[in-house]
């Protein structure tokens, strides 16, 4: 689906964001992309989606260079940005105007969506709350059937009974044949939904590991004390939240935001663990 080899990528001729980013994505997985501010998180989507160009280096996207901006790509590219500028029109002039570019679009799909996320039909767009067009982006974005769906902050300004129902309608969404990335700084919003891991940090990927192998290499735990086989604590109220070595094989749950905590603050520790 894609592949990433040697980009490099700055803003600044004098200052890369990305040196020699090297990285494969496959169908059927929904990555969670995670960041500190400032690592490159929404940039690395928009060279994806062709927004932006790298300096050198080459991406491939379903066996095209998005920088080209080809129809036969970007038809099946669906980019729903984290800032949203929808027009003074109701929902069926938006259909008109913008689900013929893409030729899978499911109406069928889309109604049902709107109707899952409780959007008043017949609003004007510009109307509506940050929420409510947050959600109808979400919609339209998943009943154009891309094949690669590119979300950059999604749950900002979903309060949570809706961000309980886009996780279960992502979770739904996903087929074999479809590469889903969700951007985002709030890690919690991603818990029990993402596949695999990716995470930037000093201009380049620092993790990429699906759950299962961080759940089989690592274990998440309480614990009174910390010792020697601890590569990361925060405190807790009853001891400390802990990540460490899976030595004896034991099943825990990955704790994302402790996780994104740990490989801040100790990437060389991590490094044996993950190639």
Same mark, same amino acid.
């Given at each position: 689906m894609i592949k990433i080899d040697n980009l490099n990528f700055g803003y600044s001729k004098h200052k890369l964001l990305f040196k020699n980013m090297s990285m494969q994505l496959s169908n059927g997985h929904i990555y969670g992309l995670l960041g500190k501010n400032g690592a490159g998180k929404s940039t690395l989507l928009k060279n994806l989606a062709g927004l932006v160009y790298a300096q050198s280096g080459t991406l491939d996207v379903m066996g095209f260079n998005p920088a080209k901006r080809q129809p036969q790509l970007l038809e099946q590219i669906c980019f729903i /940005? $984290? $800032? @949203?500028? @929808? /027009?003074?029109?109701?929902i069926d002039a938006y259909l008109k105007a913008n689900a013929p570019f893409y030729k899978n679009f499911n109406h069928e799909y889309f109604d049902s969506l709107i109707k899952e996320f409780d959007i008043p039909a017949g609003n004007k767009l510009i109307n509506m709350s940050y929420g409510q067009k947050k959600k109808f982006i979400i919609a339209f974005g998943l009943a154009t059937e891309a094949k690669l769906i590119i979300m950059d902050e999604p749950t900002n300004g979903l309060d949570i009974p809706s961000k309980a129902q886009f996780r279960k309608i992502m979770a739904s969404a996903l087929t074999e044949d479809k590469c889903i990335i969700i951007s985002t700084h709030q890690v919690r919003? @991603?818990?029990n939904l993402i596949d695999t891991v990716i995470m930037l940090d000093d201009n380049d990927v620092a993790l990429k590991a699906s759950v299962q192998e961080i759940t089989e290499k690592l274990t998440f735990k309480k614990i009174k004390e910390v010792d020697e086989s601890i590569i990361y604590a925060e405190p807790s109220l009853s001891g400390f939240n802990a990540v460490m070595p899976n030595y004896h094989n034991e099943e825990s749950r990955l704790d994302m935001e402790l996780l994104f905590n740990a490989i801040l603050a100790e990437k060389t520790k991590f490094k044996p663990l993950f190639n």
């Open positions: /940005p $984290e $800032e @949203l500028y @929808l /027009p003074s029109v109701k919003d @991603l818990d």
